[in-house]
Nanobody, 123 residues
Framework: QVQLVESGGGLVQPGGSLRLSCAASGPIFSVNAMGWYRQAPGKERELVATITRGLSTNYADSMKGRFTISRDNAQNTVHLQMNSLRPEDTAVYYC?????????????????WGQGTQVAVFS
């Protein structure tokens, strides 16, 4: 069973920084795109940033210049460095990955989500 496990959330004051990490484990052949999404109370889940296996990145406009996504293909991990945090960044942050799984002699493609990690920004 493929799993994504996030870590690094917490409470921070406005202007502060946090680094989120997500590790994929299980019967993995390879991991294609990985990304971070977030969901604030009463709002829909939204894109934060994505990164391809070739390290091309994409950011939501409000995160550009403040957040940096990175990954380690050998470790099947993705990270999100968040700087200049604002109260409106408060949300549960979810890791997402397009995983090519090993299923016996077959490979299957599936999308997986982590369980989420809470980020709270307030004084």
């Amino acid at each position: 069973q493929v799993q994504l496990v996030e870590s690094g959330g917490g409470l921070v004051q406005p202007g502060g920084s946090l680094r989120l990490s997500c590790a994929a484990s299980g019967p993995i052949f390879s991991v294609n795109a990985m990304g971070w999404y977030r969901q604030a109370p009463g709002k829909e889940r939204e894109l934060v940033a994505t990164i391809t296996r070739g390290l091309s990145t994409n950011y939501a406009d409000s995160m550009k210049g403040r957040f940096t996504i990175s990954r380690d293909n050998a470790q099947n991990t993705v990270h999100l460095q968040m700087n200049s945090l604002r109260p409106e960044d408060t949300a549960v942050y979810y890791c997402n990955a397009d995983v090519i799984e090993k299923r016996g002699s077959y490979h299957l493609s599936n999308k997986y989500w982590g369980q989420g990690t809470q980020v709270a920004v307030f004084s």
